[in-house]
């Protein structure tokens, strides 16, 4: 478990949202064996999952959020649920591409792609889930989910993500910073909040010096007199369970499931989320079908 910390400045015209996301995007990076910029592309996308699950009220709701970019990495997907659990998804999780030259910084850009789109889907669990839509920025995700906000919503927002992987290729530090303004902002919360940010240094590295989210808010955004407002718990953990499988296979329909039975004797679903496998024989197959029917 690791804590989502929520702040309101004393004005209470901007909110905070900020994380240490290490154990998350190491769990996530174990479950799927990334690369390390498969590491670092997923990691933020995860951590900005974890910045935005504090705003589901029922149980069945759910956020998803999906990149799909012109780069090597494919498909990006992170949701997040009403217990505050994430699971993640990527295409290519294998893949990786060189650092941005002469510097150590992956290019996270060049691995999901500088052009694309970016799809946030709020599902309520009842009726059609919203889907809201934007272009990439330049696919470093961070960029890209301001803009997301900036055009959904026409508040300034700040979005900070980052990672930072080992040589071992585990992650060596993760985070992330969410910033929004409310409705009754001015011209002065804007003003303290640009030249805060301007010693506000990659929040990667950050959370190499000082782990506590806390400290961070109380060090860098002091002028604003934050209060904490709340506290959320979040972890790596797939909601895929038998049950869920079943009704997969339901969807499959019964022509393909049979062909399926005729191949291999056996119905085998992996969850792209948690790569367990749920395995059904043909006696349970048809279990499945009797009760449908
Ligand atoms: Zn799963």
């Known amino acids: 478990m690791v804590q989502l910390y929520r702040y309101l400045n004393e004005k209470e015209t901007l909110s905070f949202f900020i994380i240490n996301s290490k154990e998350l995007v190491e769990d996530m990076r174990q479950v799927h064996e990334t690369s390390t910029t498969a590491t670092a592309a997923l990691g933020r996308l995860s951590t900005m999952a974890s910045l935005m699950g504090s705003e589901i009220k029922n149980e069945k709701e759910r956020i998803i959020l999906k990149i799909q970019g012109d780069g090597p990495a494919g498909l990006l997907v992170s949701e997040i649920n009403y217990k505050g659990d994430i699971r993640s998804y990527i295409q290519n999780p294998?893949?990786?591409?060189?650092?941005?030259?002469?510097?150590?910084?992956?290019?996270?850009?060049?691995?999901?792609?500088?052009?694309?789109?970016?799809?946030?889907?709020?599902?309520?669990?009842?009726?059609?889930?919203?889907?809201?839509?934007?272009?990439?920025?330049?696919?470093?995700?961070?960029?890209?989910?301001?803009?997301?906000?900036?055009?959904?919503?026409?508040?300034?927002t700040v979005v900070s993500l980052g990672v930072l992987v080992d040589v071992d290729y585990s992650v060596k530090s993760a985070g992330g910073l969410f910033i929004q303004a409310l409705?009754?902002?001015?011209?002065?919360?804007?003003?303290?909040?640009?030249?805060?940010?301007?010693?506000?240094?990659?929040?990667s590295s950050l959370f190499v010096e000082e782990e506590n989210p806390q400290a961070v808010i109380e060090k860098y955004f002091k002028e604003f007199n934050p209060k904490l407002v709340g506290v959320d718990?979040?972890?790596?953990?797939?909601?895929?369970?038998?049950?869920?499988?079943?009704?997969?296979?339901?969807?499959?329909?019964?022509?393909?499931?049979?062909?399926?039975?005729?191949?291999?004797?056996?119905?085998?679903?992996k969850c792209s989320y948690c790569n367990k496998m749920y395995e059904f024989s043909e006696d349970e197959v048809k279990e499945i079908y009797d009760n449908v029917k």
């Open 94 to 156: 294998k893949i990786d591409i060189p650092s941005v030259e002469g510097k150590p910084k992956l290019d996270v850009g060049g691995f999901v792609g500088h052009n694309g789109n970016l799809v946030v889907t709020r599902d309520l669990g009842f009726g059609q889930p919203y889907n809201g839509y934007t272009e990439l920025v330049n696919g470093e995700i961070a960029e890209d989910f301001a803009k997301y906000f900036y055009s959904s919503y026409q508040m300034p």
């Open 183 to 203: 409705p009754n902002y001015d011209d002065e919360d804007l003003d303290m909040l640009e030249s805060a940010l301007k010693d506000f240094p990659a929040i």
């Open 233 to 269: 718990e979040r972890r790596y953990k797939c909601s895929c369970n038998r049950e869920k499988i079943e009704k997969l296979i339901i969807s499959l329909g019964d022509e393909e499931v049979k062909e399926i039975l005729e191949e291999e004797g056996k119905v085998e679903i």
